[in-house]
């Protein structure tokens, strides 16, 4: 079945340097998500990828979908303590024939040293 | 954040106990999702509904047995459970289960403790 591998698994980052965790898929991804998990929270939608090279920002926040949808990755610039969590993306198959089904990576999970 | 609300948060059961999980959205989503976190693994879709139909049902062992009377509303019954299924249950619901329209929204979980 798919499989979506995350690393690291666990980064840990002075404020102020940056920070990326990277996604790679099993299979063709008909799209990624990304969400992100705060200690003793649940996980909260970030954004969501569709196109093949794809790139999304969000104020320090960017995202990639690799050419081949396959891969995905998010870059935090000059970290703070409130990016402190756990980053998850999140794909479908695009040859699945399940819908709504999600594949999660294990996560990488960040903390920020002040 | 209130969209999704699941009780109760936090649940200790014996093997031989049966209790319910619940979940209610707040969102007039179509979809609704339970999925399972365990420490150092990933998050694992149990089970998918679309307008109270269930369309993903991902290979969970039968103790955990789902229910969803309406769209607003989504149950996880669990009975003779062993103590690796203690986790973190997650519902999450979405628009629709098209791919392009389920940005999902978790609600904050039950902690499930077997003993």
């Known amino acids: 079945g798919q499989q979506v591998m995350q690393i690291p698994q666990y980064q840990h980052v002075q404020e102020g340097e940056d920070f990326t965790t990277y996604c790679n898929s099993s299979?063709?991804?008909?799209?990624i998500q990304w969400y992100k998990q705060r200690p003793g929270g649940h996980p909260v939608f970030l954004i969501q990828?569709?196109?093949?090279?794809e790139v999304k920002k969000q104020k320090r926040l960017t995202f990639q979908f690799g050419e081949a949808k396959k891969n995905s990755s998010l870059h935090i610039t000059a970290t703070q303590t409130t990016d402190v969590g756990t980053y998850f993306c999140?794909?479908?198959?695009?040859?699945?024939?399940?819908?709504?089904?999600?594949?999660f990576g294990q996560g990488t999970i960040l903390t920020v040293h002040p | 954040e209130t969209g999704v609300t699941q009780t109760p948060r936090h649940l200790v059961m014996g093997m031989t106990n049966k209790k319910s999980l619940k979940c209610e959205q707040h969102?007039?989503?179509?979809?609704m999702y339970w999925y399972k976190q365990s420490a150092k693994k990933p998050l694992e879709l149990m089970f998918v509904?679309?307008?109270?139909?269930?369309?993903e049902n991902n290979s969970v062992p039968s103790r955990f047995s789902p229910e969803c009377p309406n769209s607003s509303h989504l149950f996880l019954h669990l009975h003779t459970l062993q103590p690796e299924d203690s986790a973190l249950y997650l519902c999450?619901?979405?628009?629709?289960?098209?791919?392009?329209?389920?940005?999902?929204?978790f609600g904050p979980g039950t902690r499930l403790t077997v003993t």
């Open positions: 999140a794909g479908q198959d695009a040859g699945g024939t399940s819908y709504g089904k999600l594949t």
């Open positions: 969102l007039g989503h179509n979809a």
């Open positions: 509904y679309s307008l109270e139909e269930r369309v």
């Open positions: 990828l569709v196109k093949s090279g």
């Open positions: 299979t063709t991804l008909s799209n």
């Open positions: 999450a619901s979405s628009s629709s289960v098209a791919f392009w329209d389920y940005e999902q929204y």
